[in-house]
């Protein structure tokens, strides 16, 4: 078994089972042992898109001309603004940024490596996986993650077809698979951008039906070929845990002691019923940033990875401390003016721990 990968995770010894003794991980008496934890997250970037205008997309309003007058020092302080979020998520205890980060609204592969090659993130040494989608907007999903500590072995890009009312395609993201070792144990990684809400939720409900369904049938084919398959689907969903793509489609479990060896596990699900948010319209919270898994991540064995805990990343840093979206996400435009801020979403993350024992 491959034992430590990265020299910043050796300090799990002891401190870490102290810790996890103190928030009663295990519930029941503990042996000395050494432990892994990784951090999975996700981040909607709000609009990462660079300065130049692309004939093909609808970027016009992110150009120096363009109604949001886009330019390359607004970009260049985004991508400070970004990275320094990344840098920090899930660091207070796992002494690193995330090992995999899901991400959503990227115009490019290009603006992906603009950012992971910033200064608060280049020592991490991100690689990424993106595919262009046919999203009319130009914006993607992809997964980064640390060399150091992942490696991917097969990725594709699954494409959504969708259909307005007139018979017209509706263009959108494209679901991302990847498949690859987490310090040398099988993870296979989903990453969504489901349809919006525009136009009305009950209007475009049926649009992330079908998100869920290609979802799901993306989870049925991994397992068919790989029964003991370890699954984690990460997104904006714009769903809640409790909306009926994740409780009728997906099927979709939020407490632990309802889970089987084929159900679905969705952690953000508790968040959501205590109140918490990871985006907020017209003072109403909703928890669409979400990561669900399967519950061999859940159930499973302690010499594997498993799945701790969940949480919603919010620095005072990122928050709007005043006026009318007091409380909300710092987004970068507001109201129509620039304001500098981060996103519009807060990051989501889950840790995952396994016991690695002792020589």
């Keep these: 078994m491959l034992y430590i990968l990265d ?3 050796l300090q799990m010894k002891l401190k870490l089972f102290y810790f996890l003794w103190m928030s009663t991980f295990m519930g029941y008496a503990q042996t000395q ?8 997250a996700f981040y909607n970037l709000e609009n990462l898109f660079d300065i130049k205008n692309d004939t093909l997309i609808y970027d016009d309003d992110r150009t120096p001309d363009g109604k949001d007058g886009w330019t390359q020092e607004r970009y260049e302080h ?26 959503c609204e990227a115009e490019n592969k290009q603006v992906l490596q603009d950012l992971v ?15 262009d989608s046919p999203d009319e907007r130009g914006i993607d999903v992809a997964l980064l993650y640390r060399k150091s500590v992942f490696i991917p072995m097969a990725f594709d890009s699954r494409r959504l077809l969708l259909s307005r009312d007139d018979g017209d395609r509706d ?17 296979y990684f989903i990453v969504n ?9 009950q209007r475009s409900r049926p649009f992330r039906w079908a998100a869920a369904k290609l979802n799901k049938r993306i989870i049925d084919s991994i397992q068919r070929n790989d029964a003991s398959a370890k699954i984690i689907s990460m997104g904006d969903f714009n769903d809640d845990p409790i909306d009926a793509s994740f409780k009728k489609v997906l099927d979709v479990k939020g407490k632990k002691k309802q889970l089987d060896s084929i159900s679905l596990f969705g952690p953000m699900e508790k968040l959501f019923r205590k109140g918490a948010g990871s985006l907020a319209y017209r003072d109403k919270w909703n928890v669409f940033d979400q990561i669900y898994m399967t519950s061999n991540l859940v159930i499973g064995t302690k010499e594997a990875y498993r799945f701790w805990k969940a949480g919603i990343f919010t620095p005072h840093y990122i928050i709007d401390p005043k006026g009318k979206y007091k409380g909300y996400p710092l987004r970068t435009y507001a109201g129509g003016s620039y304001i500098g801020g981060y996103s519009d979403h807060f990051p989501v993350y889950v840790y995952l721990i396994r016991e690695v024992g002792m020589d």
């Design 33 to 40: 042992s050494d432990y892994q934890l990784s951090t999975i």
């Design 78 to 103: 985004k991508l400070t603004q970004l990275s320094k979020v990344i840098s920090q998520i899930g660091r207070d205890v796992s002494k690193t940024p995330p090992d995999i980060l899901g991400v």
């Design 171 to 187: 263009y959108t993201r494209d679901q991302l698979v990847v498949e690859g070792l987490l310090d040398n144990e099988k993870l």
């Design 7 to 9: 020299s910043n995770r």
């Design 117 to 131: 090659n910033h200064p608060n993130l280049r020592e991490h040494n991100y690689g990424i996986v993106h595919f």
């Design 193 to 201: 951008h489901w349809p919006s809400r525009s136009g009305g939720e």
